[in-house]
């Protein structure tokens, strides 16, 4: 993980390289500090929708953005992210250390959303690159002047920032370092951080509690299973019984013996951990910003390989809660260690569940990396503040149905559910079946579209994208709040 640290100062320093956001043209003219020259070089620049217009001296860089004062609303907040992460590229490019963001629009907001895009376009996985580290970026200090500024925000911008380049790395990370066992030791490093309490479930603990879809995907695994609780519970917090969160901790994905093909599916699945990634540092973000909210995460993890003793279609499983499963795909797999934690999430007597999972390429492939499929049996209250955080942060989410007539796909002629349905609705289905393990309100969110990117999209650059972190962040600020 590598970002840029946001430094408060009471003034700017005129003579430092500058990213300068103007919403007006006038701003330019009377507030920038330009010469005569330069300011027609931005009017030109802006008129060629160039973004952002990059000015050299001799001695120091600068950077203007314009985006017109008409345009408003999440979209046009997302447009200040991406700008300023072109311009960070563009610091990284020419060896910058420091930049300093100067406001002219008067919108305090607008600090913070072009210091989001800046510290999460400022990121780098080099952990195993040994010869050619050049590409390494420069960029270290953001200034901004406190009066330009709500530094609450920016503080906590900071926060999400560093939680989600932190899912990133968990993300990235091969299976050759992340097993199970080692993401819960990463999670309770987490803990230690910011706070927060973690307890991790080995193998003998697992066959304890029954949990008979996470012992099955593990049984071809020369690597146990963990099952890792994660608590913050403050002192004053505003929900009487816990918010719980559920993510997927496949740490990687065959397929099973219902093998996946290499080339474009099972080569980047080290990323099938990407919810236990999402959970993990959302907790972590919530604790370092001491949300007054009462948190708890589950986070059933394996890895899902064809090994000698590996599940085979035609079992039956027996779940924690005692129903039993009849699996005819053992690349269903996310849904068996979900059903799990979803039945041992009941005795928190929850508020509210959210499960995040890299769960289906129907969901994928019905919306793309563009957003986040989600199905839920909250109030539309929750439904609607979870779709504005999305807006919020641009994880946009998109409901399907948990309409009746699905169950009938899952039916099973031998057991209570089978785990998988059929070449129809297969995002749903996956949603009726997680759905059966809940008696309580619940949202299932598929993030398998924008978890994994395979070119950058602004400040989600190519790779792990840490999907999930500033959503459940945001949603739970606000219900801190």
Known sequence: MFTAAIRLVKKINPQSNLLILADKESQLEKKAGLNAGQIAFVKKAITNKQKPAVLNDGSRFLFVIFNEDKNRGYKADEQWRK???????????????????????????????????????????????????????????????????DTQELEQIQITAEATLTARDLI??????????????????LGKKAGFAVEVFHKAKIQALKMGGLLAVNRGSPNPPTFTILEWKPKRAKNKTPYVLVGKGVVYDTGGLSLKPTPGSMDTMKC??????????????????????????????????????????????????????????????????????????????????????????AAARAIGPEGIVYM???????????????????ERLVRFPLWDEYDNYIKSDIADVKNIGGAN?????????????????????????????????????????????????????????
């Open 83 to 149: 700008d300023a992460c072109s311009a960070v590229a563009l610091c990284n490019q020419n060896k910058l250390e420091e930049i300093s963001l100067v406001n002219l629009t008067g919108k305090k907001r607008v600090t913070s959303l072009a210091a989001e895009g800046a510290l999460l376009g400022n990121y780098q996985f080099l952990k195993y690159r040994t010869t050619d580290k050049n590409g390494a970026n420069t960029l270290k200090s953001i200034f901004i002047s406190s009066s330009e500024a």
């Open 272 to 361: 099938d951990m990407s919810g236990a990634a999402a959970v993990a540092c959302a907790i972590y973000a919530v604790a370092k910003a001491k949300l007054p909210v009462h948190v708890v995460g589950l986070i059933p993890a394996t890895e899902n390989r064809p090994g000698g003793n590996a599940y085979v279609p035609g079992d039956v499983l027996t779940m924690h809660n005692g129903s039993t499963v009849e699996v005819l795909n053992t690349d269903a797999e996310g849904r068996l260690i979900l059903a799990d934690a979803l039945s041992y999430a009941k005795q928190y007597k929850p508020e509210l569940v959210i499960d995040l999972a890299t769960l289906t390429g």
């Open 425 to 481: 609705a297969g995002a749903i289905t996956a949603g009726m079946f997680l759905k059966k393990f809940t008696d309580y309100p619940w949202v299932h969110l598929d993030i398998a579209g924008p978890a994994f990117l395979e070119k950058p999209d602004g400040y989600r650059l190519k790779n792990g994208s840490g999907v999930g972190v500033r959503l459940l962040f945001d949603f739970l600020k606000k219900k801190a709040s």
């Open 376 to 394: 839920s049996t909250a109030n539309e209250r929750v439904n609607r503040e979870l779709e504005d955080s999305g807006n919020n942060v641009y």
């Open 172 to 189: 990235n990370e091969p299976l050759s370092y992340l097993t199970a066992e080692q993401l819960s030791k990463e999670i309770e490093l």
